[in-house]
């Protein structure tokens, strides 16, 4: 899995690992969480309710919100599209602001008085648009305990929200009801997007600081390179290697019925006797453009025991 088509995902783990890192090298991380009393209540340091939503307090929690988000945070933005998964963020994070706020308020008598800094309430909103929007891709049972692929991602997500009791299972409860709250009609939230001049200047001055967000692609051309062995009496010509090179060793009984096995597949029980030519891409293309459904290999095989395509055509038809 790559950030293809998820580059707000990707923004959002290099910005809160990189303010993590500042946060701990410059030792600021004491202004980073938000506690009710006396950092609100008596000195009024109203910019904690935004600030505390940008870094972590230490590397597990950092760790876990990296993986969670990787994990999470570019299937749904697959599903959001960009400037959807854009917008739906930035709504989450100021309404989990006030929600967290009235948290504080109504239960700091009960010991909920302090939250810690991080954007756990985003990342929760996160994982219940995945809990709602993406399937599980497989099912198991342990000890007659039914589960899912998704249960690994439950655990991981739990170890957040009991890290630090009980603040930290605030913003979780917080950032699931902040998802509930953006997929139902009680707020009609979903419909709203960011600005065009907002999403103009991320595009032109942001999105070239994330980087790349392409997968890697990887060739598939088959080209099979020639090696040079000394002369032994079963073979007498070069051999043809299409993958990996014998390694030293493979000479005894496991190896050889290992190679001959893998030999009965490639057709290289006929290269040692017959000899075998390297076909030209031009050849494959042409032979893959006329038999579509013909597998690659299949058509390579074909050239490499035959003389001239045309010989390859008739083997390919008569296959």
């Not at 020639?226 to 496991?254: F, K, L, M, V, W």
């Amino acid at each position: 899995m790559s950030f293809e088509h998820a580059p707000v995902t990707k923004g959002l783990m290099m910005g809160s690992a990189l303010t993590s890192i500042v946060g701990g090298i410059f030792d600021v991380k004491h202004y980073l969480h938000l506690q009710l009393v006396p950092h609100v209540s008596r000195n009024h340091q109203y910019w904690r309710l935004l600030l505390h939503h940008t870094a972590f307090s230490n590397s597990s929690d950092l760790l876990i919100a990296e993986i969670l988000l990787y994990g999470v945070g570019v299937h749904i933005e697959r599903q959001f599209g960009s400037v959807k998964f854009a917008s739906f963020t930035a709504a989450s994070v100021l309404l989990a602001t006030i929600l967290e706020f009235l948290t504080l308020i109504l239960f700091h008598n009960i010991g909920i008085n302090q939250i810690p800094s991080g954007p756990s309430a985003l990342l929760f909103s996160i994982l219940y648009q995945w809990y709602r929007l993406i399937p599980p891709a497989y099912h198991f049972r342990i000890f007659g305990i039914a589960g899912s692929n998704k249960a690994f991602v439950y655990i991981l997500a739990s170890q957040l929200a009991l890290g630090h009791l009980p603040g930290s299972f605030a913003p979780a409860v917080v950032g699931l009801l902040t998802g509930f709250i953006y997929r139902s009609e009680l707020v009609n939230i979903k419909s709203w997007r960011l600005s065009p001049p907002i999403i103009r200047f991320s595009t032109r001055f942001l999105l070239p600081l994330v980087g790349s967000t392409r997968a890697p692609r990887r060739s598939t051309r088959a080209r099979p390179e020639t090696t040079h062995q000394a002369p032994s009496p079963d073979i007498g010509n070069e051999e043809i290697i299409a993958t990996a090179r014998p390694s030293a060793g493979t000479e005894d009984t496991g190896g050889s019925v290992v190679r001959e096995w893998v030999n009965e597949l490639t057709g290289r029980n006929e290269q040692g006797t017959t000899g075998v030519r390297v076909p030209t891409d031009a050849e494959i293309t042409q032979l893959t453009t006329m038999f579509p459904n013909m597998q690659r290999a299949v058509i390579i095989g074909a050239l490499q025991r035959s003389p001239n395509i045309e010989s390859a055509v008739e083997l390919l038809l008569a296959s």
